[in-house]
């Protein structure tokens, strides 16, 4: 058994009881071709809860500093991440994840870029729009709800894919297709608030 799996599984041991995570729109996510992911970010707990409730494996970007471990370098590569450089054009992480979708693989992102300390949704960055303008994947929002600490249990929301087909036809920049992904995620939320 891959190591992913056995990751995976020890994950969703602990976390489906510690936060009571409930998952909606699974059937939302194609079962076979390329797929991007895109949910807000409000944990570092969120690329698992992510990976443990979707049910197709997951490719992550996860920050460079990570990986300056040897041993946690090697682990998280083994479980399907991969790193990039925030705040510069990473070409070998663009590569990397392009290849992902080209195997007709799962992409996750998190389009902020970094944690919302507030849990409000920000500006996402126009990698979500390059990704999904770039490759023939289907671009499904998500949006984790409610908080680590709290008493309510964590929801988890795969929504209906984003029509691209208009966007990619007219050839929208890549922001402007995140902006659109965003509505997408900030209609999820606002919707179990």
């Known amino acids: 058994m891959a190591l992913y799996k056995i990751a995976r599984s020890i994950c969703a041991t602990i976390f489906y009881p510690r936060y009571r995570i409930k998952v909606e729109g699974k059937e939302n996510i194609p079962e076979k071709g390329p797929v991007v992911i895109c949910s807000n970010h409000i944990s570092n707990f969120d ?3 992510v ?6 494996d997951i490719y992550f970007m996860a920050k460079e500093e990570l990986f300056k471990n040897k041993f946690i370098g090697g682990l998280l590569k083994r479980i399907h991440a991969f790193p990039v450089k925030r705040g510069m054009k990473d070409r070998q992480a663009l590569r990397k994840a392009m290849g992902v979708l080209e195997d007709n693989e799962v992409l996750g992102l998190f ?30 929002p998500c949006a984790i709800v409610g908080s680590y600490k709290g008493k309510e249990p964590l929801r ?14 007219r050839k929208a920049s890549s922001q402007e297709v995140t902006d659109v992904i965003m509505g997408d995620i900030q209609k999820l939320l606002d919707k179990k608030r």
């Open 111 to 140: 389009p902020e870029g970094t944690r919302s300390k507030t849990g409000e949704l920000k500006k996402g960055l126009a990698g979500a729009g390059f990704f999904a303008l770039r490759s023939e994947a289907t671009v499904i």
């Open 47 to 49: 690329p698992i809860v």
């Open 51 to 56: 990976g443990i409730t979707a049910p197709r």
């Open 156 to 169: 988890v929301i795969y929504g209906k894919p984003v029509p691209m087909a208009e966007l990619r036809e």
